[in-house]
């Protein structure tokens, strides 16, 4: 296949153009680089069947030729209001890719006849009041709230792409995808576990915001893509869960990522400035990916730590 992959230089968007290269398809990526980065497509450069082009995808999208495939990450990601890469600090951004982006996006499987993969999160969720989430739960989101920008601009990602679906037609697949991890993610992300891994490699104590009790379930980079791989080539049209069911507290992955780099100052423990729509628990029900694309996480927390520290390690 021809495949057109937008935010194809962030973390997740990378190391999927390195697998479906690998599996014989070309791939041909659009990336404004506002929160993607260049260096994570630099061993592609040169490399038969890659293109690169900076663009902003909330502009009409043309691509030469025939595309097989459009596959939609493009999106500001992490929620830190800290980070000069999260969606609170790109709001109108994070609404224009997912928007506008999307429509755009669609519009080229539509011209194209491509089968069409959005990638949307486990955001659309909000604050779940069920647990584990399945995708047949509907959410509990603030729509004006702080994170607003990125959920809502998500959920109406899904609905435009199953408007496009029952509408036109398209070959649309939806992709809910939990926290992922691995290398290549920016170390000044301003999530967990780049926070961890930079402030344990410099000697430092990890901060924890209250008493670390939050949980999250991470995925490691590479179950991820094997996940959307599956679910490009297959007939699946209604939403699905990516993401790995083992819960772990904020806490527990401090310590961890402390005793995996042998870092001996401890935990630093702040007082939470909660956003009262961010989530205290997350793990995905991933019963319909199993079932559907046989696809479940094969890689260890502690093994894909190790290979993101070291990552880490390499890029100081």
Same mark, same amino acid.
């Given at each position: 296949?021809?495949?057109?992959?937008?935010?194809?230089?962030?973390?997740?968007?990378?190391?999927?153009?390195? @697998?479906?290269?690998?599996?014989?398809?070309?791939?041909?990526?659009?990336?404004?680089?506002? %929160?993607?980065?260049?260096?994570?497509?630099?061993?592609?450069?040169?490399?038969?069947?890659?293109?690169?082009?900076?663009?902003?995808?909330?502009?009409?999208?043309?691509?030469?030729?025939?595309?097989?495939?459009?596959?939609?990450?493009?999106?500001?990601? =992490?929620?830190?209001?800290?980070?000069?890469?999260?969606?609170?600090?790109?709001?109108?951004?994070?609404?224009?890719?997912?928007?506008?982006?999307?429509?755009?996006?669609?519009?080229?499987?539509?011209?194209?006849?491509?089968?069409?993969?959005?990638? =949307?999160?486990?955001?659309?969720?909000?604050?779940?009041?069920?647990?584990?989430?399945?995708?047949?739960?509907?959410?509990?989101?603030?729509?004006?709230?702080?994170?607003?920008?990125?959920?809502?601009?998500?959920?109406?990602?899904?609905?435009?792409?199953?408007?496009?679906?029952?509408?036109?037609?398209?070959?649309?697949?939806?992709?809910?995808?939990?926290?992922?991890?691995?290398?290549?993610?920016?170390?000044?992300?301003?999530?967990?576990?780049?926070?961890?891994?930079?402030?344990?490699?410099?000697?430092?104590?990890?901060?924890?915001?209250?008493?670390?009790?939050?949980? @999250?379930?991470?995925?490691?980079?590479?179950?991820?893509?094997?996940?959307?791989?599956?679910?490009?080539?297959?007939?699946?049209?209604?939403?699905?869960?990516?993401?790995?069911?083992?819960?772990?507290?904020?806490?527990?992955?401090?310590?961890?990522?402390?005793?995996?780099?042998?870092?001996?100052?401890?935990?630093?423990?702040?007082?939470?400035?909660?956003?009262?729509?961010?989530?205290?628990? @997350?793990?995905?029900?991933?019963?319909?990916?199993?079932?559907?694309?046989?696809?479940?996480?094969?890689?260890?927390?502690? %093994?894909?730590?190790?290979?993101?520290?070291?990552?880490?390690?390499?890029?100081?």
């Amino acid at each position: 296949m021809h495949v057109l992959v937008t935010g194809g230089a962030g973390f997740i968007g990378s190391h999927l153009c390195d @697998r479906l290269l690998a599996e014989g398809h070309s791939v041909v990526v659009l990336d404004n680089l506002v %929160t993607g980065n260049s260096a994570n497509l630099a061993h592609l450069a040169g490399r038969e069947g890659f293109s690169f082009v900076r663009y902003d995808v909330s502009n009409f999208i043309f691509v030469a030729g025939k595309v097989d495939a459009v596959i939609h990450l493009a999106s500001p990601a =992490s929620p830190n209001p800290a980070s000069p890469y999260g969606y609170p600090q790109l709001p109108i951004q994070t609404l224009k890719a997912g928007a506008l982006g999307t429509h755009n996006a669609l519009g080229v499987a539509r011209a194209q006849g491509a089968r069409f993969l959005l990638a =949307s999160t486990s955001e659309i969720y909000g604050d779940p009041e069920t647990h584990p989430q399945t995708e047949a739960y509907w959410g509990h989101v603030d729509p004006i709230g702080p994170r607003s920008v990125y959920d809502e601009a998500k959920r109406f990602a899904e609905a435009i792409s199953m408007a496009y679906h029952r509408t036109h037609g398209i070959d649309t697949r939806i992709a809910r995808i939990f926290n992922t991890y691995g290398p290549r993610m920016r170390r000044d992300d301003g999530r967990a576990v780049p926070n961890f891994i930079t402030q344990a490699l410099a000697g430092e104590p990890l901060t924890v915001f209250g008493d670390g009790q939050q949980t @999250r379930s991470f995925c490691y980079i590479s179950d991820l893509v094997e996940g959307l791989y599956r679910l490009l080539l297959s007939d699946v049209h209604e939403p699905v869960n990516l993401g790995n069911p083992s819960e772990i507290t904020i806490l527990e992955l401090a310590q961890l990522t402390n005793r995996l780099t042998g870092n001996a100052a401890g935990v630093r423990s702040v007082p939470e400035l909660r956003d009262a729509s961010d989530p205290q628990r @997350r793990q995905p029900d991933i019963e319909r990916a199993l079932r559907l694309l046989g696809w479940r996480p094969a890689i260890p927390l502690d %093994t894909g730590m190790r290979a993101t520290i070291e990552d880490f390690k390499a890029r100081r």
